[in-house]
């Protein structure tokens, strides 16, 4: 075996029992057509990628082998995909700064809580030195969501999918056959003070519900959503949601759903608003559908 395979510290860690903390569960996922392994952290909501070495020696955390013993085995039944001491290290190192790594070894308490604080003070730090993308995280939203999953859940069928398309196919109908109505003097209606107005009102509300539509997907798979909260970009709140729990889907279909599920929210909503906007004469809630139109059409420069 080559000798850059060895380390002169690996007498350090050579000795140590480590395993996983209970909180932390692996996924298989293809992506760009690559075999990974996605470690998620259950309690922090935060997700490490690992390439099928690294998953073999994570499979062999068990507490019971010591580093020696897992070093000898990944030897044995690994050739050219073999890590190096110095790679098991370094991988070692990044599940203990991930906190989701515990050893026979007394752990240094007073070392762990240090690293936390200093952790959430950077996370703390970095939206301030941000202010044009500030995150305020407002509440956990993931029993809600378990409740009301059911009242969603014909949605995610085979009739809900055809009930979906009959209604954007209905709502395109009616926006070229009113074509002319929707971009007649466009500039001055989009730009006049009422319209402002109601945009504004409007953009977070229907940004609210592109949110949900990402939860809602999650939640319905299995997932979990424990934040949500208002993004301000460029001084307008926008509300979002904490979506990472889809990196744990395994198939790439579902988190391409979960991604796209806000987008397809817009498209409905666009499509009953037009509806409204084609049966409703003037006044107050004709504006406010169109401004739900305008708000989708900005929505397709940037969907996701």
Known sequence: MAGSFYSASWYRVAPLKPKLRTQARIFRSHYRGKLWY??????????????????????????????????????????????????????????????????DSIPDIEEMVTRGESSRFKKRVTSVLNPLALRVPLIDPDGFLKITEPLVRPFFSIVGLILYLCLIGYGLTLAVLNWDGLTDNLIDRVLST?????????????????????????????????EIGVMFLVF??????????????????????????????????????????????GGLVSAFAFNVMLIFAISMKKPF
């Open 38 to 103: 996605v470690l998620q952290d259950r309690t922090s909501g935060r997700f490490q990628r690992f390439t099928p070495g690294a998953y073999f020696v994570l499979s062999l955390l068990d507490g019971e082998h010591s580093m020696e013993d897992i070093w000898q085995i990944v030897c044995a039944q690994m050739t050219d995909d073999s890590l190096s001491q110095d790679e098991i290290i370094r991988l070692l190192g990044q599940l203990h700064s991930a906190d989701i790594l515990q050893s």
């Open 236 to 281: 307008m709140p926008v509300p979002y949601v904490d979506a990472s729990d889809s990196l744990s889907f395994p198939n790439k279909w579902l988190r391409a759903f979960v991604a796209s599920a806000g987008i397809l929210v817009e498209v409905a909503l666009a499509a009953i608003a037009m509806i409204v906007w084609v049966n409703v004469e």
């Open 194 to 226: 009422e319209s402002i107005i109601l945009l504004l009102i409007c953009y977070p509300l229907v940004k609210a519900i592109h949110e949900l539509g990402h939860a809602y997907v999650i939640t319905r798979w299995g997932g979990e959503v424990h």
